[in-house]
């Protein structure tokens, strides 16, 4: 079924474009909220009469949007991030959290106008493009800083604090097994050790 979006929809159009939808849709969503109108059952004058009215509504969104534009582009929005030594983050910076962090400043802005190919993923400011309708566009600075470096993960610094251990303690196990028996507390350094009388002897 073709209809004309009076709004833009998410996944479907713009705002004044015929697209074709399947007949449900069209009836139980788009129609009854007003989004889209028939282009086929209604007269050619119907149509027209439509038309004009995207139209201007339209323009004025488009307007409404240059300026939102405007006021947007060349803000700079700061995030605090753990990173490790190299500077790359153990989290990132997606496309929601630009969003949410611009509503904090007063702009709406949808996170799928965010033009962003992957997450944030180190530190250092990054250039951000909004495209908030064909041919209106802002640019923000997204800038990341560290909120503390971290060397290694918690996960790797226990690994090798084990490993520091079992080293620490395979000597003394390896003595108290040339010696057949246990080191005595008093005398910790003789353990597998021969004594003057046992080597005399």
């Known amino acids: 079924m073709k209809v004309i979006l009076c709004e833009d929809v998410d996944n479907l159009g713009e705002m004044g474009e015929t697209v074709n ?8 969503y788009l ?23 995207i139209k201007k509504r339209e323009e ?11 006021g947007i582009d ?21 496309t929601l959290h630009i969003a949410q962090k611009l509503e904090e400043l007063g702009h709406n802005i949808n996170r799928r106008k965010i033009d962003l190919s992957e997450p944030i993923k180190s530190l250092g400011e990054h250039e951000v493009t909004l495209r908030l309708k064909s041919g209106i566009e802002a640019k923000i600075n997204v800038v990341v800083e560290a909120e503390e470096i971290v060397e290694a993960p918690p996960e790797e610094k226990a690994a090798e604090a084990e490993v ?35 080597t005399a002897g």
Do not use: C, W
């Open 74 to 94: 060349g803000t700079k929005i700061v995030f605090k991030a753990k990173a490790g030594s190299e500077g790359k983050l153990f989290g990132s910076v997606t």
């Open 21 to 28: 939808v399947a007949p449900g849709y069209a009836r139980n």
């Open 164 to 198: 520091e251990t079992v080293e620490t303690e395979q000597p003394a196990e390896a003595g108290a097994e040339e010696s057949g028996e246990q080191p005595s507390a008093e005398e910790p350094k003789s353990a597998g050790v021969p004594s003057e009388a046992e």
């Open 31 to 53: 129609l009854p909220r007003r989004l889209a109108v028939s282009a086929d059952s209604a007269s050619a004058r119907q149509i027209e009469h439509e038309m004009r009215i």
């Open 60 to 70: 004025r969104r488009r307007k409404e949007l240059a300026e939102v534009a405007q």
